[in-house]
């Protein structure tokens, strides 16, 4: 059968039980979604190479190469061969797979897994052989039954010494051909085992690696280490190491964080002590740092800590920041809360969801909305409908989730284009009422005007008029749409991601019809955010970009309102 190209997780391992098989297809098992078995072996009838593609509960396919004969067997023949070989010594490399390398397996073998009967693991033990066993296989047959139930029974995968006999408890099965050797501690320190597959090391480099290991747990705030175990490949010149570190915290989810990622670090940093003490090199393959029973591998940590900014809804009004893994339940969450909101009669501008935490959630908002309501009562209706459904969320992430922070900033849109607005109104209808009260003597006038003086001056004059009045209108809408402006500038600038809106200038010049407008805006970069920064990729060319259209738009729309024609004369962006 064809196998993704990747190193065995165990190579040459002897098993001569079906306990030890069992305990071996178990420990890959942990390590993946399914496993990959090359076997080696031998009966009166002849010499046998079998190969064997499984997932977590059952065998998917299997081939057997008849070494004398050359001939080729496939699906239950092959499986009658395997199951006739097992309690017997056979030699056996182990592959794990992960989800997408069994499926790509099974899709490369198709013609193996149609004709294989899918055969539940526990099943594979418990089934006894059909050709004929030899006598020592029938004497070892008690124990290889009593070793294939501890296997089933999820104890196979642990750190101890198998043994191939029957005791009154079952007792965890080694998954090496060495028996794993405890390094000799005192009473009260935590345990250190040593798991050696295909040559020895001394065992001093090895207590050396967990001394140092256990110094720099001591540094860590509330860590308590329990037990480190080595399982050890030993190849030409190097071994090919999983290290796996038990222990429990009294500190916060912040401190096991900070310890989960120190330990992995000091496992990488204290590993060139093998080469110092024993002349091998060091190459680590696997880690687990397990803190009161919760396991975290490196690349989890990074993939976990990986927070995602942008925008859940497409006009760009609502965004959030929250790490990748649960990006589309906090985004369910701030659409169903600004539709609740809204409904309370608060109409949202701008709402930006900053959700801090991994293991415990805390939600951080800010507002830009539009309402006649009170501030305070604005406060208390948003931090009740986050509060509720934080706790429903809660309860279905099964995480504790927190309001930590609401900052809201109004804007009365309705209020400012209605005094604006309302003098100009009335002042108008009284200069139309006027005109129409003396429209007859006026005409009468402007004829006598117009024989008096010439065409060209009364127009003038008219003009002039007709300009300054224009000018006085046009003042008295610039005001308030400047003012506007600033507060929504100001507004929107707070919500930029990735940076601290410090402080704004801005200042405008009135020439002719036209406002010209000069911006100048304080920033502080954010630099937080994942074990290497999420922001680090960043450039500030990219967020200066990101501000100038936030005030572009902004002042399209301020001019928009109050029918102004505003025009950004100069941008200058500070980011420290």
Known sequence: MQLPDKGPFMENVVATSAGELG??????LSQGNGAFLKIFARSAEGKYYITVLLDRSKVLAAECLVVDTKQNLSGEEAIRVLKSSIGKPMVVDVYTLDELELKLSVADNIDAYTQTPKVPLDELFKVPSEGPPSAPAKREEPAERGAAMAATAGA????????????PEPQPLAVEAEKPKPAST???KPEVVVNLTGGSIPEKAFQVYAEDLLKEAKRIKGLTINRIEFDANVGEGVVYLNVHIYGNSTGDSRDIEVAEKRMLHAVSKYAPVLLREAEIKPIIRDVGIIIDGQELKPQEIVD??????????KDGRISLSVLEDVWPYFSAYA????????????KIDKAHFDIRGRKEFEINLSLVVETSMARDSVYRVVKDILGRHARELGRSLKRYITVHNIEIETVSKAAVSGSAAAPVAVETSGKAAEIIAKKELLEKEVEQLLKQAGIDELSALTEEKKKESEETMLKSRIEPAVETLKNRVHAELKLVP????KWLKLNHEIKGS???????????RENVGGLFGSFSGVSDEKIKQDIAATVQRVIKDVSREYGISINMRRLNIVIR
Not at 304 to 313: E, L
Not at 498 to 501: A, E, M
């Open 23 to 28: 305990a071996l297809i178990q420990k890959a």
């Open 156 to 167: 196979a995968v642990t750190s101890q010494a198998a043994t191939q006999q029957t005791t």
């Open 186 to 188: 005192p009473a009260g």
């Open 304 to 313: 976990r800590d990986k927070k995602k900014t942008g925008n859940v809804t």
């Open 335 to 346: 659409r169903t809360v600004v539709t609740e909101i809204e409904s309370a009669g608060i």
């Open 498 to 501: 990735r940076v601290t809106f």
């Open 514 to 524: 036209t406002v010209y407008v000069d911006i100048e805006a304080s920033f502080l």
